[in-house]
């Protein structure tokens, strides 16, 4: 079973550009959650899908970020511009229930903002 | 809100037992993770607690105080491969179903 993939891996941007992070959980997990380590901090949630509906996405810095799960399947987080504290580390994670057990997490996409 | 506090860093030698501790402060608590996590990887998922007690899975055990709100990770007979940052993550059952991360231990295994 493929795990969750995120892409792309590291992603160097300068200040006002935009980028645009993809995970593809694992299927049939409708469950999808992004969130955000900076250097030294905390892995702090952003947001929430179950399948193509945000559940919850108090968690989202500012009208920057915009994610989408569009059919319930991939997600993507956008950031646009992007400033330089959103450099860190995006790690996409899916389950396939939202009460109870484990979450399976993507290796992370890196972006830096220069 | 939520407040997760573990220790930042542990050293151990090989062949030793370190215990791990987390103490977390939330509403609603649904139970709570440990993750292992190697520099540059994802996070896996070592344990689940919901129930107070201790669980035990090969050479690493976590236990759980609710009444304390203290949760523990124990790993025995350490190996250099265990040297990564260690996750403790609470599951709140207030609103949606969200784990909140701690800021991680990171655990050095030295020989």
């Known amino acids: 079973e493929a795990g969750v993939t995120q892409f792309p891996s590291h992603s160097v941007i300068e200040k006002g550009q935009t980028v645009t992070l993809r995970c593809d959980p694992i299927s049939g997990h409708d469950n999808l959650y992004w969130y955000r380590r900076v250097m030294g901090k905390e892995i702090k949630f952003l947001l929430h899908f179950v399948k193509e509906s945000k559940q919850d996405e108090s968690g989202m810095p500012n009208n920057r970020f915009l994610a989408e799960r569009t059919g319930g399947t991939y997600s993507t987080l956008k950031v646009q511009p992007a400033e330089l504290e959103d450099s860190g580390v995006y790690f996409c994670?899916?389950?396939?229930?939202?009460?109870?057990?484990?979450?399976?997490f993507g290796e992370g996409s890196r972006l830096t903002v220069l | 809100g939520q407040n997760i506090d573990q220790p930042t860093e542990m050293t151990a030698t090989e062949g030793a037992i370190v215990q791990i501790n987390c103490t977390y402060q939330t509403s609603g608590f649904n139970g709570l993770f440990w993750y292992q996590q190697h520099a540059g990887e994802a996070p896996t998922f070592l344990s689940y607690?919901?129930?107070?007690g201790l669980e035990e899975k090969g050479r690493f055990s976590s236990f759980l105080s609710r009444s304390k709100g203290y949760s523990y990770l124990l790993l025995k007979e350490l190996q250099m491969k265990d040297s990564a940052s260690y996750l403790c993550a609470v599951f709140s059952s207030g609103g949606s179903y969200i784990p909140t991360f701690g800021r991680g231990t990171s655990l050095i295994v030295h020989p």
């Open positions: 994670a899916s389950s396939a229930t939202s009460s109870t057990g484990e979450l399976f």
């Open positions: 607690n919901v129930l107070d």
